[in-house]
C-alpha cells in the first residue's frame, strides 16, 4: 500500500505563500505608522489641555491672561518649561506656565511623548499674536502641524 505524502516542492510552495501573505499584513499594519500617530494624537490632546487651561485661567481671572504670556512678545515662539513645581531646576530661557499648576488648571506641564533631552523643556512651543495664542507641537511625527489657537 502506497502512503500518500506532501513533496518537498508542495511545502516549499506553502511556506513561500504564507510567507508572502505575512509580509502584506505587516504591511498593511505598518506599526511604525500606527505608533507616529498615537505619539500625534498624545501630542494634540496636549496642546488642547494646555491652551484650555490657559484659557480657564483667563475665564477665572476677569478675562487676563497669565502675567507671563502677557509680557511674551509678539509672533516669537517660545518653548514651554517642563519643570514641576518640586524642582529645583529653573525655566530661564522657556516659557514658565507653572502658575497654572499653582492655581489647579494642570496637574503637570505635558512633555513631549518623544522628548529625550535633559533640559527643562517640554517640546511645545506657544506663541502670542495679539489677542490670540497658538500651542504648538514641532516635534510632530510624518510633518503634521499640530497646533491649537484661540
Do not use: H
Request: charged share 15%.
Amino acid at each position: 500500500m502506497l502512503k500518500k505524502a506532501f513533496t518537498l516542492i508542495e511545502v516549499l510552495l506553502v511556506v513561500a505563500i504564507l510567507a508572502i501573505l505575512a509580509g502584506i499584513v505587516i504591511l498593511a499594519i505598518d506599526p511604525g505608522r500606527e505608533s507616529g500617530d498615537a505619539t500625534n494624537a498624545q501630542r494634540s490632546a496636549d496642546v488642547n489641555t494646555m491652551l484650555n487651561a490657559v484659557y480657564q485661567y483667563a475665564l477665572n481671572n476677569t478675562g487676563s491672561l497669565p502675567p507671563v504670556i502677557l509680557d511674551l512678545p509678539d509672533t516669537a515662539p517660545v518653548e514651554i518649561c517642563n519643570v514641576s513645581l518640586n524642582s529645583n531646576s529653573d525655566c530661564n530661557g522657556y516659557l514658565d506656565l507653572s502658575i497654572l499648576i499653582k492655581e489647579n488648571y494642570l496637574r503637570a506641564i505635558p512633555a513631549d511623548p518623544t522628548r529625550t533631552s535633559n533640559d527643562n523643556g517640554a517640546g511645545y512651543q506657544m506663541v502670542k499674536i495679539g489677542n490670540k495664542i497658538t500651542i504648538s507641537a514641532p516635534g510632530a511625527t510624518d510633518s503634521q502641524v499640530i497646533s491649537a489657537t484661540r
